[in-house]
């Protein structure tokens, strides 16, 4: 599969994030796991990351390809929204909802809609909403072109994912539901360090960014503390605003006492 062309298929996860970089960090396991069983994954980056402290969106880019490719995503796609200025605002509402149709997703990952950076939750709130749109039969929507948020000629049918979920990474928040990525940890890990350009020793950003040899402690620590909440290794934390159904009690994982 094209990494900016679907075809007929649609996907089964879509992850949708402010910057290249964010979903390694926040799901990157959880899309390999999800890769890894055949399910068909795909990342949206609202922004080309220009105003990056380090490196340059043509670095990221290229560091985007490289992380899609380990973690098995088979669609990726960055929209031209300013970097540092991800706003919730009509124009940008159309863009993603013109994705969210043409990628069909049943399942669509968004970030926390709290946290220290104005992008990450403006984003989530931007992609919500964006959802509700795209599933309005009466709005006109066309394809994006490739790595830009202009629509081309063409109107593509309603849809809104199944499920919408909210990783809380970034955000100290108790999850609903956390996912094993034990067997995953190390993919995920190597899909973040491929942004040499954000990750590797260096003068600018150094009172911002950890040293190298510390990002393997600190991905470790995180995904070893949400892994102790599920009785795990490793995993990555979710939140969902739905009541959970349970069919089978026998069937509820992680033990009481």
């Known amino acids: 599969m094209s990494p900016n062309k679907l075809g007929a298929q649609a996907l089964d996860i879509l992850a949708l994030a402010a910057h290249r970089d964010d979903v390694e960090q926040t799901c990157g396991g959880t899309l390999l796991k999800a890769a890894q069983n055949g399910q068909r994954t795909g990342i949206l980056d609202l922004t080309q990351g220009e ?11 290229k560091e985007a390809a490289d992380a899609a490719k380990i973690l098995g995503v088979g669609w990726r796609r960055a929209l031209d929204i300013p970097d540092g200025r991800v706003e919730n605002i009509w124009e940008n509402r159309l863009k ?31 992609g919500y909403e964006a959802c509700f ?4 039969a009466k709005l006109e929507l066309g394809p994006q072109n490739s790595d830009v948020g202009q629509s081309t000629s063409g109107s593509l ?9 909210y990783a809380t990474l970034y955000y100290d928040i108790r999850p609903t539901f956390v996912v094993d ?3 995953q940890f190390e993919g995920k890990l190597a899909s973040i360090m491929a942004y040499t350009s954000q990750f590797s020793d260096q003068e600018a950003g ?3 960014f950890p040293a190298h040899d510390e990002i393997r402690a600190r991905v470790s620590a995180m995904a070893c503390f949400y892994g ?7 995993a990555e ?21």
């Open 228 to 234: 102790m909440l599920g009785g795990v290794t490793y």
């Open 51 to 61: 105003m990056g402290t380090r490196g340059t969106a043509e670095d990221r880019a």
């Open 206 to 208: 150094k009172d911002l």
């Open 96 to 126: 993603v909802a013109a994705v969210i149709r043409e990628t069909k997703p049943r399942v669509l990952i968004l970030p926390y809609w709290k946290g220290r950076h104005p992008d990450h939750y403006t984003a989530s709130i931007l």
């Open 133 to 136: 749109l795209a599933g309005l």
């Open 181 to 183: 990525i034990s067997d």
């Open 157 to 165: 049918p309603p849809h809104r994912p199944f499920k919408i979920i």
């Open 237 to 257: 934390p979710f939140l969902q605003k739905e009541v959970g159904l349970v069919e089978d009690l026998l069937a509820i994982p992680v033990k009481s006492i």
